[in-house]
């Protein structure tokens, strides 16, 4: 299947810092990525989808202002936590999907643990 | 929007036993994942099934979309097995997938 990286693996940082973390899709160009943030012991909840050369479209809730996202070529997004706080400590995963595989599976990243002190 | 939910929330075995977890989802759906989630967090694909039965080893899924549900077999389970197990459903006439809410699925040796 495709292959999706994220980096870092995890980040110690603290309140009031920023902090980016990186996907790329590493075998496949992908026009489209999604992040999703997960809490200890929940779900993965949908923060945004990142297009390719366009805005981010963000999910119900989730401030544009403070994840910010940017998806400026076919293999990399990035998003960007600004002025964090221990509430963004969280697991954040990106995921893809391989246009050139003819179903919509979608594959997703080791994921980043967030730790605000 | 469309809501999934995945039973039991919890389920404790012993190595060697077997499962079947459920996933149900209140509207008709183009596509259904089963994803594996390991201790350190990475979701692994297990099947990418809208219909109908697939086989992986000791994994099979089977989907009934015109029932609205999907099953997960394991069979011979083993301590590796154990993890968080997630199905997820695309909203509709979107890429975006909907997650259910897990099943933790523990092995014991």
């Known amino acids: 299947g495709a292959v999706v990286s994220q980096h870092p693996s995890w980040v110690i940082c603290k309140s009031g810092t920023s902090v980016k973390i990186e996907c790329r899709s590493l075998d496949f160009q992908a026009t489209t990525m999604f992040w999703y943030r997960q809490f200890p012991k929940q779900s993965l909840m949908l923060m945004a989808t990142?297009?390719?050369?366009?805005?981010?479209?963000?999910e119900q809730g989730v401030e544009k202002d403070k994840f910010l996202i940017n998806h400026a070529s076919l293999t990399l997004s990035t998003l960007t936590v600004t002025s964090a706080h221990p509430e963004d400590s969280s697991f954040y995963i990106c995921?893809?999907?391989?246009?050139?595989?003819?179903?919509?599976?979608?594959?997703f990243g080791p994921g980043t643990r967030l730790t605000v002190l | 929007g469309i809501q999934v939910e995945q039973s039991p929330p919890d389920l404790i075995l012993q190595e060697g036993a077997n499962s079947t977890l459920r996933c149900n989802f209140s509207?008709?759906?183009?596509?259904l994942q089963w994803f594996h989630q390991n201790p350190w967090g990475q979701l692994i694909n297990l099947f990418y099934?809208?219909?109908g039965t697939k086989q992986n080893g000791r994994l099979s899924a089977t989907t009934v979309a015109t029932e609205r549900y999907s099953l997960l077999y394991i069979s011979s389970s083993q301590t590796t097995d154990s993890g968080v197990y997630f199905c997820a459903v695309p909203l509709q006439g979107a890429q975006k997938l909907v997650f259910g809410q897990g099943t933790r699925l523990t092995i014991n040796p």
């Open positions: 099934i809208p219909s």
């Open positions: 509207d008709s759906v183009n596509n």
């Open positions: 990142s297009n390719e050369g366009s805005k981010a479209t963000y």
């Open positions: 995921s893809a999907r391989d246009p050139g595989v003819p179903n919509n599976e979608q594959f």
